[in-house]
């Protein structure tokens, strides 16, 4: 089974060569540099979780 990644539609680039992308594969979930496919990080649901919740109050909002 292809693996379908995906990614913000708030990526800057139209051509998709500068965003993140996720994608699930075999209950795990993965993520990528869209300009460097090649490199994959495994990580789990809950840490993701745990990510997106701290995103969303605004944690790393002095890193962007």
Do not use: Y
């Not at 795990?28 to 995103?55: C, H, N, Q, W, Y």
């Amino acid at each position: 089974m292809e693996i379908q990644w995906r990614r913000s539609s708030k990526s800057s680039n139209a051509e998709g060569s500068d965003c993140l992308e996720l994608a699930e594969h075999e209950g795990e979930i993965l993520l990528r540099e869209s300009d460097r496919p090649d490199v994959v990080v495994l990580t789990s649901r809950a840490k993701l979780r745990a990510f997106l919740g701290g995103a969303k109050e605004g944690e790393f909002d002095d890193l962007a």
